[in-house]
């Protein structure tokens, strides 16, 4: 009986639904592809490597720091900063955790596990 109650009680604990840190991805966004870092212990931040939007004039291959960001059953979260760390350009982006999906203000996208490097033009 209670190796029953061991087992009962340490199953939770193994077959928990727990996040592996670093979490790399590549999204892309409309005609811009971000590499997105979410790090517990380091920094995380968010990086435009390629396209052109108007609102992010020298986002192109500058780190900017996500100062918070929650990790739900169904999605990662990053929430406005209050500190203007993200400069107003990504208020709000919400990463489907079993689609990949991603979603801010501007428009809709696909993200990718890991930093996927882009060197063959398509056209």
Not at 4 to 23: C, F, K, Q, R
Not at 47 to 63: A, D, F, H
Not at 94 to 121: H, M, P, V
Request: proline content about 2%; overall charge positive; hydrophobic content about 35%.
């Amino acid at each position: 009986m209670k190796k029953l109650l061991a087992l009962l009680l340490l199953t939770p604990l193994m077959s928990g639904d727990e996040v592996e840190y670093p979490i790399e991805l590549t999204c892309e966004v409309g005609a811009n592809v971000y590499h997105i870092n979410f790090d517990k212990d380091s920094e995380s931040w968010i990086k435009r490597i390629s396209g052109s939007m108007q609102i992010t004039p020298g986002l192109r291959g500058e780190k900017l720091v996500i100062r918070k960001f929650k990790v739900t059953e169904d999605e990662i979260r990053v929430d406005k900063q209050k500190d203007g760390a993200l400069r107003g350009i990504i208020t709000s982006i919400k990463i489907n955790r079993y689609t990949l999906g991603f979603a801010n203000f501007i428009s809709d996208g696909q993200c990718f596990k890991g930093f996927k490097e882009y060197t063959e033009k398509q056209i």
